[in-house]
């Protein structure tokens, strides 16, 4: 009997460029999936250098107070709201992103949970997590 998981039918109607990301981040950060609400979606970029791990996501219209940033058991969770202008008018044509993205990162062995920074600048949230120094086996003097 084939396996129908909802999920994994999501994922076979996402772009390509969607599995290439989830690869590179599951690499990198364990196992990890993208979470979007009604289809939107917040392009990000994710590196690392010796002292730690960037992500940069574009969040383009989101005011910083609409931002949330939790880390829970080794799970990063960034929640962003674009909200619409409150403005009364009639719209002859729209292509903007208003609503709720989300994107949810398991950190590796290395993230420093206490060495987290985030800012949020000219539409594009920077988040870095520092590295702990490398863990070195403990060697046990036999008397």
Known sequence: MKNT???????????????EFD?????VFGATRPTVSRGA???????EDESAYHLELDLPGVAQADVEITLE??????????KRSEQERTNLHEERFYGKVARTLALPDLADAEGI??????GVLHV????????????????
């Open 73 to 82: 058991k080794g799970i990063l969770q960034i929640a962003a709201e674009r």
């Open 117 to 122: 920074e985030a800012e949020l600048k000219d």
């Open 41 to 47: 979606h917040a392009p990000a970029s994710l590196w």
């Open 5 to 19: 998981c909802s999920k994994n039918r999501v994922r076979e109607h996402l772009p390509s460029s969607w599995s």
């Open 128 to 143: 870095t997590v520092a590295k702990s120094p490398e863990k070195q086996p403990k060697r046990i003097e036999v008397k």
């Open 23 to 27: 690869s590179l981040l599951g690499q």
